[in-house]
């Protein structure tokens, strides 16, 4: 019997999707246990050095900076996946620069556009979430251009299934350079304490915008330089083309970010930096439990795609199934420490972020049933059902944002949690649902169960 169950698991691991799935995820989990190890550190530091407010104010910084980039982007982040992991399939180097630099123009225009109204907002947005500190609004429309070119690069690798280099650029450069600043700030003291922590941010991200050019320049796909598009062999995609694709992703993709982020921008609203600060730290533990989604999702997506399009539907349910059966058994016994030390993780950071003890076990369990689920976002964007996703999403975030805000009013922080925690349910399994209707089988996996 044994015997039998590990000649089975040995037959799909030597398949081809799957093989490639296990060593893209090898690369991918250890680039994602650096970038933890680093961002436990980073928060750590912040948290140490500069206290829970700062912590807040970090947090509401980069919040901002994320929401902003995708409506920047429009969606061609995403929507770009598709066009150029097939460009790269065809060898077409050509066209594949042709759309780059069409999604570029296009990331432009939506940055210029987000960063006026910034200007325009500002006080509004500073008496809101800074304490009116207009500062920090202006340093946040100084860095989304840096912040929108470095996705950029992230998305463009991720088609070009250079998974290693998608994920350095995602989670790693930006965070190192950050600590590193702070670091450097603390030795050589300016005098502007209260600033340190958005210098940072800034220059970092300046400094992995020059890094991510780098990489493009030299890179082998983009390095044969040409400016004669007539040579184009294939259908190129019209800037129109693109955006109704991408439009509808953009509206899902920032729809699920504000999904994630509206607790911190509630409570940034409602209560303060300080709780805000709190909050983060919990929520930061909680990742933990989908630590192997994140890392898998990175190398599945573009391969979902793949297979859908070129009706390779055997192959697809083959390694839908397998990824979905690694999330599951990593992902409990780390949500079973976690709840169990709750305690301890959140007294590594100082002794005033225990008091978010109760956020970090009500996280968890969202969390659990995001990594268990969690391929049904991915799976239905790179499907073509983006406005079933969009529609969704729509919907459980105005139930979001309804929950927040009276559970905040009530409950403080722990009324965060459970408003996003609830809404974070809903929305897994009713996509869940939607992708096992579209495809004909079960995507998540159970134990002790039978697969369709």
Not at 176 to 183: A, E, G, H, R
Not at 239 to 262: E, Q
């Amino acid at each position: 019997m044994i015997t039998k169950v590990l000649n089975n698991n040995m037959n799909v691991l030597k398949r081809k999707h799957n093989k490639e799935i296990m060593s893209g995820a090898v690369y991918g989990i250890l680039i994602k246990i650096f970038a933890f190890l680093i961002n436990y550190l980073l928060i750590w530091y912040i948290a140490q050095r500069y206290g829970a407010s700062q912590m807040g104010i970090f947090n509401l910084i980069i919040t901002f900076l994320n929401i902003f980039t995708i409506l920047s982007m429009l969606g061609t982040g995403n929507g770009s996946i598709r066009y150029i992991s097939n460009y790269k399939k065809q060898s077409s180097n050509v066209e594949l620069i042709y759309f780059v630099k069409k999604i570029l123009f296009l990331g432009f225009i939506g940055t210029l556009s987000i960063t006026t109204l910034l200007v325009f907002f500002n006080v509004p947005i500073a008496v809101t979430f800074f304490d009116g500190n207009v500062s920090l609004v202006y340093i946040i429309c100084f860095t989304l251009p840096f912040y929108v070119f470095n996705r950029y690069t992230t998305f463009i690798y991720r088609g070009l299934k250079k998974v290693s280099t998608s994920l350095m650029f995602e989670s790693v450069y930006f965070r190192v350079l950050v600590l590193i600043i702070l670091l450097l700030l603390s030795i050589v003291n300016f005098g502007i304490i209260n600033y340190e922590v958005a210098a940072s941010v800034i220059i970092s991200a300046i400094l992995v915008s020059i890094v991510s050019f780098i990489y493009l320049y030299k890179d082998s796909f983009f390095s044969k330089k040409t400016n004669n598009y007539k040579t184009l062999n294939n259908y190129s995609p019209s800037s129109k083309d693109i955006l109704n694709i991408s439009l509808p992703m953009m509206i899902s993709s920032a729809t699920h970010l504000m999904l994630f982020w509206t607790d911190t921008l509630m409570l940034g609203a409602f209560l303060g930096p300080e709780e805000v600060g709190i909050y983060n730290v919990a929520l930061r533990i909680s990742l933990l439990t989908s630590f192997f989604l994140i890392a898998i999702n990175n190398i599945i997506a573009p391969k979902i795609s793949e297979l859908y399009w070129n009706s390779e539907y055997q192959n697809l349910k083959e390694i839908i199934q397998f990824s979905s059966k690694i999330l599951f058994v990593s992902s409990t016994p780390v949500l079973v420490i976690i709840i169990l030390f709750s305690g301890f993780f959140l007294n590594i950071f100082g002794s005033e972020y225990t008091s978010g003890k109760y956020v970090l076990i009500v996280l968890c369990f969202s969390q659990l049933i995001n990594s268990v689920t969690g391929f049904n976002y991915q799976l239905l964007n790179m499907t073509g059902s983006q406005s079933l996703v969009q529609k969704v999403l729509i919907a459980v975030l105005c139930l979001n944002v309804i929950l927040n805000v009276f559970l905040i009013l009530i409950f403080g922080m722990i009324g965060a949690a459970i408003a996003t925690s609830l809404t974070s349910i809903i929305r897994d399994l009713t996509l869940t649902y939607h992708s096992n209707k579209k495809l004909g089988y079960r995507i998540y996996y159970l134990p002790f169960s039978r697969r369709e």
